[in-house]
Nanobody, 115 residues
Framework: QVQLVESGGGLVQPGGSLRLSCAAS???????MAWWRQAPGKQREWVAD???????NYEDSVKGRFTISRDNAKNTVYLQMDSLKPEDTAVYYC??????????WGQGTQVTVSS
């Protein structure tokens, strides 16, 4: 199993930036990592993922604004969020797919975009 700890959330004005971090308890270099988010009263939605070969995928509403990356030496995945909008407000979660049907989630970090 793997433990994941997100950090970097906070309150930011529209147009601002945040970088979220997700630290894993073990090596992640072969694994697919992803960011999801959940707004109050809504289902959790997928935001972005990064494969073991560093290919990336993004939900349409965040393309061009968010960048997912990884630092395998630090067992950490990042989500750089630029040009933030109020609709980006949510609890952001990272997860890891072990490729065996096992998926692990972090505890989440709150992102609030408000003027």
């Amino acid at each position: 199993q793997v433990q994941l700890v997100e950090s970097g959330g906070g309150l930011v004005q529209p147009g601002g930036s945040l970088r979220l971090s997700c630290a894993a308890s073990r090596s992640i270099f072969t694994l697919t990592m992803a960011w999801w988010r959940q707004a109050p009263g809504k289902q959790r939605e997928w935001v972005a993922d990064i494969l073991g070969n560093d290919d990336t995928n993004y939900e349409d509403s965040v393309k061009g604004r968010f960048t997912i990356s990884r630092d395998n030496a630090k067992n950490t995945v990042y989500l750089q969020m630029d040009s933030l909008k109020p609709e980006d407000t949510a609890v952001y979660y990272c997860n890891v797919d072990l490729g065996t049907g096992q998926v692990y989630w972090g505890q989440g970090t709150q992102v609030t975009v408000s003027s």
